[in-house]
C-alpha cells in the first residue's frame, strides 16, 4: 500500500512504517504546494497530515484510493470529517498527549499577559531602563493571579489541566462547557456570567461549526473591564478586529494569542502592533517530548490502518461499524 506524509516527523516512527507499506515523505519544510499534494495522493492509500493541510471535498476528490487519513494533531478542524466518512475513511488524531503542554503554554500566556513579559523584556533592551529613570512604583506594573477570577471557556481535558494549575497560583476557577462537567473546585457557569466576571478568560474549545467566532465583538465587549483574554485553543474561535480594538482602548489588559485566524499571522495584523498582546506561533503542544509523542500515535493510528484494524484514536469511529 502506498502512503504519503506531507512532513517529517520527530523519532523514527515513519522509518517503522516505510517497513510496512511504500512510504514518501515530503522532504522539505516548504509546505507542500497543492499541486505536488494531489499528484502524490492520487495513488495514494494512507495520508499522514498536519494541521496545515487543508483535507477538504476538493482534496478528496483527487483521491481515489485513499483508505485513511492520520493527522498529527488534537484538532481535526482541518479535515473535512464528514466527507471523510461518506466515505468510510477513518481519520486518526493524537489526544491525550499533549494535554499538559499546551495547558503549560496557556499559563504560559497568562503569566506574561498579566505581569507585562515581553513587554518587560523590550523595555530593558530598548535601553529604557536607565538611571534617570531607575525603579519606580508605577514602573511596568500588571494584574495579580492570585484571588483572580479564571474563566475557562470548554473544560475538557486541557480546560480541567488549565484548572488544576490555575488553583495552585491561588485562583478562582469558573467554566463554561457545552455540557458541565464535575471538576473539583470548578464551578459550572452560563458564558455571559463567564465573560461578565472573569478577569481571566482562556480558551479551550474546539473550533465547530459552533465555535466559530464564538468571542465575537459582543462577547469581547461584554468581558470585565480590565480583564485579559487567552487563546491556545484556534484562531476563528475569537475575533481577532475585535479583540484588538478592545486591547487598543485598554477596555482588556492585554491578551496572549497563540492561534489565528490566518496562520502564520499577516504582519499588518492590527494585534501585532499592541505592545498589551503577547504572541505565539501557534506552540501549544511544541515540546520535544510532546511532539515525539504525538508523532508515534499518528503512526500507530497509521500502522493500524494499514493492518485493517481500527486506529487507537479515531475521530469518526462510525467507520467502522458501516
Ligand atoms: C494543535 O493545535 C493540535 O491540534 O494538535
Redo the contacts with the bound molecule.
Keep these: 500500500m502506498k502512503v504519503f506524509a506531507s512532513h517529517r516527523l520527530p523519532g523514527n516512527g515513519l522509518e517503522t512504517l516505510a517497513q510496512h507499506c511504500d512510504l514518501r515523505v515530503w522532504p522539505r519544510e516548504e509546505p507542500v504546494p497543492n499541486a505536488e499534494l494531489i499528484h502524490s495522493l492520487s495513488d495514494c492509500d494512507g495520508f499522514i497530515c498536519l494541521?496545515t493541510n487543508r483535507v477538504n471535498r476538493d482534496l478528496l476528490t483527487h483521491c481515489p484510493r485513499l483508505r485513511f487519513v492520520s493527522s498529527m494533531?488534537?484538532?481535526v478542524d482541518h479535515v473535512d470529517v464528514p466527507a471523510l466518512t461518506a466515505r468510510g475513511i477513518p481519520l486518526g488524531n493524537?489526544p491525550g498527549v499533549?494535554v499538559d503542554t499546551t495547558a503549560e503554554l496557556a499559563l504560559a500566556l497568562i503569566l506574561a499577559a498579566a505581569r507585562r513579559i515581553p513587554e518587560a523584556d523590550r523595555f530593558v533592551r530598548a535601553g529604557n531602563w536607565r538611571p534617570e529613570l531607575p525603579w519606580r512604583p508605577d514602573m511596568m506594573v500588571g494584574k495579580d493571579l492570585a484571588g483572580a477570577t479564571l474563566g475557562l471557556v470548554g473544560l475538557g481535558a486541557i480546560g480541567q489541566a488549565v484548572a488544576h494549575r490555575a488553583q495552585a497560583f491561588g485562583m478562582r476557577v469558573i467554566a463554561w462547557n457545552r455540557t458541565a462537567k464535575d471538576v473539583a473546585g470548578v464551578r459550572n457557569v452560563s458564558l455571559s456570567e463567564l465573560l461578565e466576571t472573569s478577569d481571566v478568560v482562556s480558551v479551550h474549545v474546539a473550533l465547530t461549526e459552533a465555535t466559530r467566532n464564538l468571542i465575537d465583538a459582543n462577547a469581547i465587549a461584554a468581558m470585565k473591564p480590565g480583564a485579559i483574554l487567552v487563546n491556545t485553543a484556534?484562531g476563528g474561535i475569537v475575533d481577532e478586529a475585535a479583540l484588538a480594538d478592545a486591547l487598543k482602548d485598554q477596555r482588556l489588559f492585554s491578551a496572549g494569542v497563540d492561534?489565528f485566524e490566518t496562520e502564520p499571522v499577516e504582519m499588518d495584523s492590527p494585534l501585532l502592533a499592541l505592545e498589551n498582546v503577547v504572541v505565539a506561533p501557534?506552540i501549544?503542544?511544541a515540546t520535544e517530548r510532546t511532539r515525539a509523542r504525538?508523532a508515534d500515535l499518528a503512526v500507530a493510528n497509521a500502522l493500524a490502518a494499514l493492518e485493517g484494524k481500527p486506529m487507537p484514536h479515531c475521530v469518526n469511529p462510525e467507520v467502522y461499524s458501516a
Design positions: 494541521l494533531s488534537v484538532g493524537t499533549l484556534r492561534v501557534h501549544g503542544s504525538m
